[in-house]
C-alpha cells in the first residue's frame, strides 16, 4: 500500500506478523507476547505484551502494552480490542540524524484501528 502523503490515515488490518506485514504495507498490525527474550504470537485468550504496527508511512514500530514498560519506561494504555485498537497516548518515534542530534520522525496516533499522522 505504502504512503500516500494527502491521506494521512490509514484504516489497520491485522495480520500474522512481520513479513505479512511487510507484504501489507502501511496501517499493518499485529499482537506479540514476550516471554524472557523470545516474543510470539498471542494465543487465544491471552493478553499481548506488544502492539506491532506500521504507520501510515510503512514504517515499523513495536510498543510495549502496559503494565509492560519499554527501556524509556513507558507503556501504552490499550482499549483491549485486537482487531480495532486505540492505543494511547499518541506515539513519537525519534531517531538521531548523522551530527547525533535527535529528531522526530513519526508522531501519530492509533485510534479505533485507524492509524494517523499528527506532525
Known amino acids: 500500500m505504502g504512503w500516500v502523503p494527502d491521506q494521512p490515515n490509514v484504516t489497520m488490518t491485522r495480520v500474522d506478523g512481520y513479513d505479512a506485514a511487510v507484504k501489507h504495507g502501511a496501517g499493518a498490525f499485529w499482537w506479540r507476547v514476550r516471554k524472557g527474550s523470545e516474543f510470539r504470537p498471542i494465543a487465544d485468550g491471552e493478553r499481548p505484551t506488544h502492539f506491532c504496527f506500521n504507520d501510515n508511512r510503512g514504517r515499523y514500530h513495536m ?30 518515534s525519534t531517531g538521531h540524524d548523522s551530527k547525533g542530534n535527535q529528531v522526530t520522525h513519526w508522531h501519530g496516533y492509533v485510534r479505533a484501528g485507524v492509524v494517523g499522522f499528527e506532525c
Open 63 to 92: 510498543l510495549p502494552v502496559n503494565p509492560v514498560k519499554g527501556s524509556n519506561g513507558h507503556g501504552w494504555e490499550w482499549d483491549g480490542n485486537l482487531d480495532k485498537p486505540t492505543m494511547s497516548p499518541s506515539i513519537l
